[in-house]
């Protein structure tokens, strides 16, 4: 479907050739004792965002995969359930929550019984109930290890958000659990079925613009105040360095899918505003510059602190241009692609069928033992360059991959 699938080994060489990075994030100030939100499971309170439906989903077709949705915050609400609902291979079948009442309003709307809602405490009975095969893991990114780990040891496969854990190393980890458990391990990078990226990685592979000679993405918003005790997007602990895994993890991911190729070399910078507790323990903003082996380089600019804020995707080519802005939401995508002159808009599909798309793909390699698109070995070689990218910035050279 993407036409840009490495090989186990692939992922894996690149990982162990920036493995020397990892010291960066095992190095992260600790969340314990600093006031900050705890890199463990808790329960919080009703997302800002996250409308529950006014009925329940009509009942699941035969076949349907069972999912747990772990960790009822805005995403779960406000898109992982009403995916599932709408997919056409899977749907709900439990929710996993250390807030009762939250949890209790959710299974209510979305047809579940009460023994259908799990906390972090009473997860492991969960292996017992045979209508949950998979978990779609929805937690901060810090918790993602132990409770991938915990849904594999329950016998369950795992769809995982992004970022897929806070180093290699955890990534590493979770492969090794996917393998022991024999268990399907996916990494919920939802452009891969979303129709805009679909058709520009097709452009882009006909050649639509030519030779690439460079690729240009911005991720970025002005986050508003908040500190390590309110949100744990500024927790380094739960968060790693921030607006990077967040949101610039799909500039990168862009850059790799529209160019068809893995960087060579990177060289980074980053910025973190003193006095100011949205960065206390995060970086503000990350600026990348990757080279290519055909030559062809690419900038990646991510930040939480302006206003008001892009999510663009540009390829500049001997031939043309491709303009993608925005290019990796939920919705309200525009593209078009500028040769000898003239500009046209294109308008490939819905951007709003990714989310159960997504689910659906898991439930197909469950089912009918179909190729993963963007498996664990995805996630884990996203981040062996994200670690590549900090460890740059923090030598102040360009590494070499
Ligand atoms: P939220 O803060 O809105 O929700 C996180 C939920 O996780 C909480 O509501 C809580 O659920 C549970 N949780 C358990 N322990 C903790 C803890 N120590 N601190 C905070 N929450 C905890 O986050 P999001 O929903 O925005 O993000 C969750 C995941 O989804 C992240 O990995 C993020 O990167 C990813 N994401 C992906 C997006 C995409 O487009 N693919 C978009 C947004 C997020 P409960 O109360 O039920 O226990």
Request: hydrophobic share 40%.
């Amino acid at each position: 479907m993407t036409g840009f699938i490495h090989s186990r080994r692939q992922f894996i060489a690149l990982s162990s050739a920036t493995l020397a990075a990892a010291p960066w994030i095992a190095g992260c100030a600790s969340a314990e004792g600093s006031g900050a939100i705890p890199a463990k499971a808790i329960g919080m309170p009703w997302p800002n965002w996250g409308e529950l439906p006014d009925s329940p989903p009509p009942a699941p077709k035969e076949g349907s995969v069972g999912f747990a949705v772990m960790g009822l915050g805005g995403y779960g609400i406000g898109k992982v359930l009403p995916a599932l609902a709408a997919a056409d291979r899977c749907h709900v079948a439990a929710v996993v929550s250390g807030n009762p009442d939250k949890a209790k309003k959710v299974a209510a709307a979305y047809g579940l019984s009460e023994d259908a809602i799990y906390s972090y405490e009473d997860f492991d009975r969960i292996a017992d109930d045979d209508r949950v095969e998979a978990v779609y893991n929805v937690l901060p990114t810090g918790l993602h290890l132990e409770w991938t780990e915990k849904s594999f040891a329950a016998g369950k496969h795992v769809l995982c958000e992004k970022p897929m854990a806070m180093s290699v190393a955890e990534c590493e980890q979770m492969i090794a659990a996917s393998e022991a458990a024999n268990r399907k391990l996916m990494l919920a990078y939802r452009c891969h079925f979303e129709p805009f990226n679909l058709r520009a990685m097709e452009l882009m592979r006909e050649g639509a613009v030519g030779k690439i000679k460079h690729i240009e993405t911005a991720q970025n918003y002005r986050m508003g105040p908040t500190s390590v005790s309110e949100n744990w997007r500024v927790v380094r602990a739960l968060a790693g360095g921030g607006p990077l895994e967040d949101y610039g993890i799909y500039g990168l991911q862009s850059a790799l899918y529209l160019s068809g190729e893995m960087p060579v070399a990177v060289k980074a910078v980053t910025e973190q505003p003193a006095n100011d507790p949205r960065f206390e323990q995060i970086f503000s903003t990350v600026t990348t510059d990757l080279r290519f082996p055909s030559g062809a380089t690419a900038r990646l600019f991510t930040s939480y602190d302006t206003a008001p804020g892009n999510n663009m995707a540009r390829v500049d080519g001997e031939a043309g241009t491709l303009l993608m802005q925005p290019a990796t939401g939920y919705g309200g995508h525009k593209m078009s692609l500028t040769r000898d002159g003239v500009t046209e808009d294109l308008n490939p599909g819905d951007p709003n069928v990714q989310f159960a798309l997504q689910c659906d793909h898991l439930a197909d390699a469950i089912r009918d033992g179909t190729e993963i698109i963007t498996p664990g070995e995805m996630g884990l070689r996203d981040m062996a360059l994200i670690e590549a990218i900090y460890r740059s910035a923090a030598e102040g050279r360009e590494i070499t991959l």
